[in-house]
């Protein structure tokens, strides 16, 4: 099944100690994009990716960092996370030539 | 930079009126325009795309839309909703080349009361 996974799906953490989201994708698709989901604000794109170790700050990325050294994984680094990152975060994909995205199923990130 | 305005927020219908959701954006030139909906606890789903062509586009679940390029507009319509269409709904433009694809707008929570 065509799909993008990502893990953990629920995180409650603390304040400073690092964590990563991971993030993959078995549709071979280019590009990958980050986003986290706030009340009010819609989505908002974190990171993308256009391809193997290309990738690019979209409209908030301060306080993570990314990857893209496989084609299928972009995991979502927070090296030290603060309660102002406490959101739904969404993993995206999609072909290169294409402008349809397909997301995974969320991670809820609780930062304490 | 692109900037994507939907403007109810929270829109509570009873089962079988008619929904209109608002869309507009920024940007004057070729775009590419998507509704995505959210429904309770689950991941966006892709419910319609326009990209040219007929500007009233037919989506999943008996949704349409109709671009509007005088007004900017991309306005998600049903004729009848049902209770199973209560979730939050997502409009979303590109511009065409743009490395930085989807801008979201801030999203519309539909209630429908059975």
């Known amino acids: 099944e065509a799909q993008v996974t990502q893990n953990p799906r629920y995180l409650i953490t603390v304040t400073g100690k690092k964590l990563t989201v991971t993030c993959s994708q078995n549709m071979n698709h280019e590009y990958m994009s980050w986003y986290r989901q706030d009340p009010g604000l819609g989505l908002r794109q974190i990171y993308y990716s256009m391809n193997v170790e290309v990738t690019d700050k979209g409209d908030v990325p301060e306080g993570y960092k990314v990857s893209r050294k496989e084609k299928r994984n972009f995991p979502l680094i927070l090296e030290s996370p603060s309660p102002n990152q406490t959101s739904l975060y969404f993993c995206a994909s999609s072909w290169a030539d294409s402008y349809e995205q397909y997301f995974g199923p969320g991670t809820r990130l609780t930062v304490t | 930079a692109q900037s994507v305005s939907q403007h109810n927020h929270h829109v509570i219908l009873s089962e079988a009126a008619s929904l209109e959701l608002g869309c507009n954006y920024s940007?004057?030139?070729?775009?590419?325009l998507f509704w995505y909906v959210q429904y309770p606890g689950q991941h966006l789903q892709l419910l319609l795309k326009y990209f040219s062509g007929d500007p009233l586009v037919k989506g999943i679940k008996g949704f349409e839309a109709e671009f509007i390029k005088s007004k900017f507009s991309f306005n998600l319509r049903k004729p009848s909703v049902q209770w199973s269409d209560t979730a939050e709904y997502f409009c979303?433009?590109?511009?065409?080349?743009?490395?930085?694809?989807?801008?979201f707008g801030s999203g519309t929570q539909l209630t429908v009361l059975p």
């Open positions: 979303a433009v590109n511009e065409p080349g743009s490395a930085r694809q989807l801008t």
């Open positions: 940007y004057g030139g070729t775009v590419n």
